[in-house]
């Protein structure tokens, strides 16, 4: 596996991925427009002269009413120029503010157009607001909150926020629904300043916004073959307003990197390789929905996402993410990857040469799904995903995404992680599979380990939270962790068909009884002569099956169905949801951001049609290694059920925090 990695490594072209970083920057990126047509039809070029066999790029409807599962499509968008000006008043002269394209970022995605002319529109300041009628105005937000509701209800045609104190320079990305009646900027704190001194003098402002329609939703593929059934999915999301450059140019660019580098192996495929590049969600869910019964097309039993792999961590602020796979889906794909990082070449090593150093870091963190690998990762389609990132960035959807943040030297680690685990898992053979057996029981006994105490800087539960850390829960916890374990080395049988299972069975049988021993000190139980493995915490069967994760404190409430269609979508569920709850769903995720989205995932896929409430959320804490706060949990099983998305009582039994 070193060597593979290491060949990718010095395989790796910086100028090429370089020119391509340049050039793809250079295309507005806005889904469901001519940008991201034009990066499309780049891609699909450099794709081919990857050495990619069946390169397509698929236009799908850019409507705003197709729908792929809840995965909407976007309507089509394309800006071609926006200006906000102050006008002068006592004889002052009129005061340019925002122009687009000049400062990329300004203009919301799905503003609505002006006409030709432009318009003349009040400012209101957003602090001063009591209510009332607003026809014609543009609302200046000074305060935190985006009433984007409230103010086209009461006759608002536009709104300018501002991108945070951080940088008078930076501009924050802006999203505006689907049909918008809105045009909106996102301006820099400086250009915030003036628009609110304008404002609260009662200034108006000219505005115009040009958008152009007709493009649609493209998404490119290309494949490898193997010479043998199933592979791996790679996928990296093509959108994003320019310049984007992390998020996520790199991505696709290290992608492209990847095609050459597996293409240069291409007769030694035993597995194939499907390559996808396109919106982010709605572009990978249409190619998957649309060619769901087409296995050479989604014949993957694996995926990896590529998203941000190219942030410079110094500038940038964040080390490289390797998200794992989902509990739901335990898989050899965790360690294989991880083992890769490990590979990388070392940057220097210790006084006496002993131990290799780095002067970059990376971390292995729980199942997020806030990219493109939510999709392959959901039960609805249960292929193990992992994704490769970066997290914090500072600069994240803003406009200073600019390409002086990219880091070669990271992308050539990205691209030759992930080149050296598709080598490992779509090459292996006979001989190989010790290797990767012997690395997937390690990297599921130092799971099991480290159920021994909290990690360093783990979250801290609040009142209400059930803390996946807690004395009281940590023998399920370690039940929990048994079972992916165990389950990831048996997933090994998809590389062999079975035939090295005996095999595999002893080091299943050595994880189950590191566990049983491990019991001992976490729960002070004894493990006494030839126990069954894991038979100390097992939680009971749930209709006469057992189900992988299961707590010792089974609900005994009802079982909880899930009933949506395809992948989990919380976009689609705020959609659907009461106006009371929208409200609510918005909130938490305006007060947490990324906590509570991936709170609402890991409950989301808690959801097995078997557990309970209360099994349900024990779940969701183990595997996101969250504290889940049993009213949050309760009210988004209730809107889950009101909104048809969910059978069952959402009342949680067994989950006490």
Not at 567 to 581: V, Y
Request: proline fraction near 7%; glycine fraction near 10%; charge should be negative.
């Amino acid at each position: 596996m070193t060597r593979l990695v290491r060949a990718a490594y010095q395989g790796f072209d910086p100028d090429l991925a370089g020119r391509e970083l340049r050039e793809l920057v250079t295309f507005d990126r806005y889904q469901a427009s001519a940008g991201a047509e034009g990066a499309a039809v780049y891609v699909a070029e450099r794709a081919v002269a990857a050495g990619l066999d069946d390169v397509e790029v698929h236009r799908y409807p850019a409507d705003g009413q197709r729908r792929w599962w809840t995965f909407a499509a976007p309507m089509s968008w394309t800006p071609e120029r926006a200006e906000l000006t102050l006008l002068g008043v006592d004889g002052r002269p009129d005061e340019p503010v925002v122009s687009y394209p000049e400062q990329p970022y300004r203009l919301a995605f799905q503003s609505a157009p002006t006409a030709d002319q432009g318009v003349v529109t009040p400012l209101v300041l957003w602090s001063r607001w009591s209510g009332g009628p607003l026809p014609g105005c543009t609302v200046v937000v000074d305060t935190p909150g985006l009433p984007l509701v409230a103010v086209a209800e009461a006759g608002a045609i536009g709104v300018v926020v501002g991108g945070g104190p951080s940088d008078d320079d930076l501009a924050r990305r802006l999203e505006l629904p689907n049909g918008s009646t809105l045009f909106g900027f996102s301006v820099s704190p400086s250009q915030l300043r003036r628009i609110i001194a304008a404002a609260a003098a009662g200034g108006s402002a000219r505005v115009t916004v040009s958008v152009r329609r007709g493009a649609g939703l493209p998404v490119v593929t290309g494949r490898l073959p193997g010479s043998g059934p199933g592979g791996v999915l790679l996928c990296a999301h093509l959108c994003h307003p320019a310049p984007s450059a992390n998020d996520n140019a790199s991505g696709v660019v290290a992608l492209l990197a990847v095609a050459r580098a597996a293409a240069a192996r291409r007769s030694q495929l035993r597995r194939g390789l499907w390559f996808v590049w396109g919106p982010e969600f709605v572009g990978l869910a249409a190619h998957l929905h649309e060619h769901r019964a087409d296995p050479a097309r989604t014949g993957f039993d694996l995926a990896i996402n590529l998203d941000m792999v190219g942030e410079d961590q110094r500038v940038c602020g964040g080390p490289l993410i390797v998200e794992r796979s989902p509990d739901h889906l335990p898989s050899y794909l965790n360690a294989v990857v991880e083992r890769c990082v490990e590979s990388l070449p070392p940057t220097g090593r210790s006084f006496s040469s002993a131990v290799a150093c780095d002067t970059w870091s990376w971390r292995a963190t729980p199942f997020v799904g806030a990219s493109d690998h939510l999709l392959p990762a959901d039960r609805s389609i249960g292929r193990p995903s992992v994704q490769l990132g970066h997290w914090p960035d500072r600069y994240h959807h803003t406009s200073a995404d600019t390409l002086d943040k990219v880091d070669r030297a990271e992308l050539r680690r990205v691209v030759a992680v992930t080149s050296g685990a598709l080598a490992t898992i779509c090459e292996a053979g006979a001989a190989d599979l010790p290797e990767i057996e012997r690395l997937t029981t390690a990297w599921g006994a130092e799971l099991i380990r480290s159920c021994l105490q909290p990690p360093a800087g783990a979250r801290e539960a609040g009142p209400g939270d059930f803390d996946p850390w807690c004395d009281d829960a940590r023998a399920d916890l370690l039940e929990h962790r048994r079972r992916v374990a165990v389950a990831s080395v048996g997933s090994l049988s998809s590389l062999d068909g079975g035939s090295g299972d005996d095999r595999r069975r002893t080091a299943e049988r050595w994880l189950d009884g590191l566990a049983d021993h491990l019991h001992v000190i976490v729960a002070g139980e004894t493990v006494a002569g030839e126990a069954v493995a894991g038979e100390a915490v097992a939680g009971e069967a749930v209709a006469g099956e057992a189900v992988a994760g299961e707590p010792a404190v089974v609900d005994r409430g009802p079982s909880l169905i899930p009933g949506w269609p395809g992948p989990f979508n919380l976009r689609a569920l705020i959609e659907d949801a009461s106006e009371a709850d929208r409200a609510w769903l918005s909130e938490q995720l305006a007060l947490d951001g990324p906590g509570a989205y991936a709170t609402f995932v890991a409950l989301a896929h808690s959801l097995d049609g078997h557990r309970g409430a209360g099994a349900a959320i024990r779940w969701a804490a183990f595997a996101s290694q969250l504290p889940i706060s049993v009213p949050l949990a309760t009210r988004l099983f209730a809107v889950l059920r009101d909104t048809g998305w969910l059978a069952g009582d959402p009342a949680p039994v067994g989950a006490e925090p």
